[in-house]
């Protein structure tokens, strides 16, 4: 391991993980360009939607950012991104999106290379090797590819930390895993714990003297996070106090539901129809060499699971993790098998088969998949005669919001509209997203139609428009405000 490893020995790494990293970011920018997708409702409203008000003044602002219980770190950096992308003229929806997901795409190109290291590390080349084409094809870690989420960058994070704290050891690289592992607890609180094992690590495997470096810079991180709540709420820390106390009040688990504690293991298995269990098994069997990661899993999955309300996303660090020990695994079986069938027929039929499993999985789960809702969204933020938006195609949390529509002008849902009469809407709204199943409205004609959603115009628009109290920025949310507290506000 690495406290034994030589400090100025630097081994040859595979020049191959390049050609690999390349072709998993192919295929990650097909996904950024093609897919039209929300994949959580909170990777748009709590981070994306933020950034565009950042950026471009107005949005939908959630609960959330209402009562100080989400701090500015990720929706900044997003805004930071957004802002270059306006200034080289990607200042359109049809734009910034594309282009946002791909910077996405290629950053998660790093899981490809800090697998490779990892497995290297811990297993051998071979394993390395094995590891990075697996991250580079699996379906889990493509689908979240293009996804600005916490939990999706503190994974990020986390696995490119263990994989220098199992490297060599040097003082850069202590800081530089400090940066990660403070910048991972900041994005998402709950993975503190992990962050913290990983730190351990460090004091077990290098020096004293090193641990110390990675702490402050983690602390400088964490840091930073307090201070960006003190000038953005008043209080440093408060959005990590709101969002925990907030959690605790609301009782989250009637909210949106719970799950019984071993649900995250169900899911990992039925998700790879039983490849991340048997990678598991493995690893518990060469437990000697795989302990690192075998923590780094109990770390996330354990605290996770015994908290009620549970979403599978909260624990796609435990996705790279597994996978590297899948690779183990494969080799480890291509050796035991090597007489009668050769090594590398065993590894490459395991990998095809994997790669089979996943593009199966890519198909089951619309990876690729162009939403209706949003294609339609998109279309109407093209257009230059858009007054006001009324969208009775669901929920607004389904919805682009004002990150797809990019019109500065109300932007009504059902929950805003449904106690007025339908004749009234044509002094509200200039264009109306229907179900097509719906029909029309008297007044109103169809211009466009994305398969199940259509886009109505007016057919005689009023001189002006009324407006209603509630235009949609500040919506409701069902289960959550009639449950706020109302002494508690924003600092």
């Not at 020049?15 to 998993?24: D, K, N």
């Not at 628009?461 to 002494?487: A, I, S, V």
Request: contains cysteine; charged residues 15%.
């Amino acid at each position: 391991m690495a406290g034994n490893v030589d400090e100025h020995a630097r081994p040859q790494a595979w020049a191959g993980i390049h050609l690999v990293a390349l072709a998993a970011l192919s295929v990650r920018l097909v996904v950024a360009c093609w897919s039209v997708r929300i994949t959580y409702p909170d990777e748009l409203f709590q981070y994306l939607e933020q950034a565009h008000r950042l950026v471009y003044g107005y949005g939908i602002v959630p609960w959330e950012f209402r009562l100080a219980a989400r701090n500015w770190l990720l929706p900044g950096m997003l805004a930071v991104l957004l802002e270059g992308l306006r200034a080289i003229g990607l200042d359109r929806p049809t734009g910034y999106i594309p282009a946002l997901k791909g910077i996405l795409a290629l950053v998660s190109v790093c899981l490809v290379y800090a697998s490779y290291s990892l497995g290297r590390n811990l297993f051998g080349e071979r394993t390395g090797r094995v590891a990075a084409v697996l991250t580079a094809i699996w379906y889990e870690l493509l689908y979240v590819s293009t996804v600005a989420t916490p939990e999706v960058l503190s994974a990020y994070a986390i696995v490119g930390a263990l994989a220098i704290v199992t490297g060599r050891a040097g003082g850069r690289r202590a800081v530089l895993v400090g940066l990660l592992l403070g910048a991972s607890i900041a994005l998402r609180l709950q993975y503190a714990v992990p962050a913290v094992a990983l730190w351990a690590l460090i004091v077990i495997k290098w020096q004293w003297r090193r641990a110390v470096c990675a702490a402050i810079a983690g602390a400088a991180v964490v840091g930073f996070a307090g201070l960006l709540d003190a000038w953005s709420w008043g209080t440093a820390f408060i959005s990590y106090y709101n969002n925990l106390h907030f959690n605790l009040l609301l009782a989250k688990s009637d909210v949106f539901g719970s799950s019984p504690p071993f649900t995250y293991l169900y899911w990992l298995t039925v998700g790879s129809m039983g490849v991340h269990l048997l990678a598991i098994g493995c690893g518990v069997v060469q437990w000697r060499r795989s302990w690192p990661i075998l923590l780094l899993l109990a770390c996330v999955l354990v605290p996770h699971s015994l908290i009620a309300h549970k979403e599978y996303r909260f624990v796609i660090l435990a996705v790279p993790l597994l996978l590297v020990l899948l690779a183990a695994a494969i080799v480890d079986g291509s050796q035991r098998l090597r007489p009668k069938f050769g090594d590398l027929r065993v590894a490459g039929t395991a990998i095809a088969l994997v790669a089979v499993l996943s593009a199966g999985e890519c198909v089951e789960h619309s990876i690729f998949a162009r939403n209706d809702r949003l294609m339609a969204t998109l279309e109407l933020s093209r257009r230059t005669d858009v007054a006001a938006v009324l969208d009775l195609t669901g929920h607004w949390a389904d919805s682009g919001g004002f990150y797809f529509l990019h019109h500065d002008v109300p932007f009504y849902f059902q929950q805003q509209i449904h106690a007025v009469p339908m004749r009234a809407v044509r002094s509200l709204v200039s264009h109306v997203l229907m179900p097509v199943t719906q029909g029309t409205i008297p007044g109103f004609r169809e211009v466009a139609r994305y398969w199940t959603v259509a886009i109505l115009e007016q057919v005689a628009p009023p001189r002006q428009y009324g407006r209603l109290p509630e235009d949609g920025r500040e919506p409701p949310q069902t289960g959550l405000d009639e449950k706020l507290d109302p002494g508690v506000q924003a600092h």
